[in-house]
């Protein structure tokens, strides 16, 4: 007599009988391994068609009066060995998605990360990023450094068909600070294309004495607008004060 776990194929298939029924139903009100069994098996019917076309099966109504007449274990091992084999492939298509998934956020070249050394306090260096690569690539650049604050900045553009993809180099700045890249229309529209924070020791700072503070901030940014109708870009501060101001 099996035991209550290996019933649940059969009773997917609906040919226990009424005691029988009762009994598992009461077990299953308290397993949850047979109710995640049971939700699995429910959408079984494709592999049931195929069973039935087997040689010498002959047909669904056959299978059916086999199983009727004597509830087979195999079947039910046969069944749950199929839902494991299912969730095993599902867990390798989820994992190899959120790879992809991932690979592509830190490839993107909108990513919002700093340069060596932009997200650590400890002096040490980082690998380039996205960010730096996309922006060595851009021919479009505009660079400006504002004589109040000394703060240099250049913008990387590039055209798409959805408005502007935009990568900031920023020199000479220091923290601690809470800056964003403001895209300034034509039109007078404001629009904040990223955001990040400047630690203690600063970017791009020349006679710096670590390489961290040395290397300029590298960010991405995007808006929907065209280069064309673009007037200027602005490195502002939370608190609202200007540091620069590039003209596009």
Known sequence: MPSEH???GAYALGILDDAEATAFEAHLA???WCAQQLDELAGM???LA???DLPGSGGTAAIGESLSAKPSPRLAEKLVDEVA???AQKRRRSFYMIAA???LIIAGPLAAVAVNGGGSDDGKQVAATPAQATFQTMSDKKSATDASTHVSATVGMAQKDWGTQA???LKNVKGPLKCSLVLVAKNGQRVTMSSWSVPDWGYGIPNAKTETAKNPLYIGGAAAF???EIDHFEVVTFEGKKLVQVDA
Do not use: D
């Open 45 to 47: 019917e494709p592999m």
């Open 50 to 52: 195929a069973l039935a």
């Open 85 to 87: 084999e299912r969730r």
């Open 30 to 32: 308290g397993c949850e």
């Open 6 to 8: 290996e019933t649940v």
């Open 167 to 169: 990568v900031l180099e």
């Open 101 to 103: 998934a991932a690979a």
């Open 226 to 228: 065209q280069p064309n």
